[in-house]
């Protein structure tokens, strides 16, 4: 079998998969399917770094916006979690974000260090309490701390 006549075969029965749905504007086809209406306080996530990525900058995807947000402040009502010790995430994850024993379902957050104050996403560690948290790489270099280091910082969930 000719494979140039496979490939555009492939290409296209894939766009069935929900995952292509949302980019081609076709409409799940099972009643059981029922998508909740997307609220205007969800972010699109940062994409994940180039594979050629050897910076810092390379590596923090994150837009001039995202970073404008995390570091605005909010009038809201927030529980203080705690203090955390936190090394730095897996700089191929993007966005700005805390993996923390702290919570137990993702939630939003804010964390504090030395001053400097970032609103991110809390993700559950899976560790246990006092296992220490990692942050990703856009925040911590929003809150300024070493990326080497291992800063104590505070946890608040909003």
Known sequence: MNMKLLIPFLAVA?????SFQGVLG??????SAVEAPV?????TPAPPPPAT???VAEFDTTTQE?????ITSVAVQETSLGTTIASLGAPTDPGIWLKTPLVDEISQGRVVYQGNSVNLELRPSGGAVGSGSQLSLAAM????????GLPEVEVFRQ
């Open 53 to 55: 990525a050897t910076t």
């Open 14 to 18: 894939g766009c069935t998969m929900p």
């Open 39 to 43: 609220e205007a306080t969800v972010q």
């Open 66 to 70: 995202e970073r404008e947000a995390a």
């Open 26 to 31: 076709l409409a799940a086809t099972s009643d």
């Open 141 to 148: 270099r929003l809150l300024e701390a070493p990326l080497t």
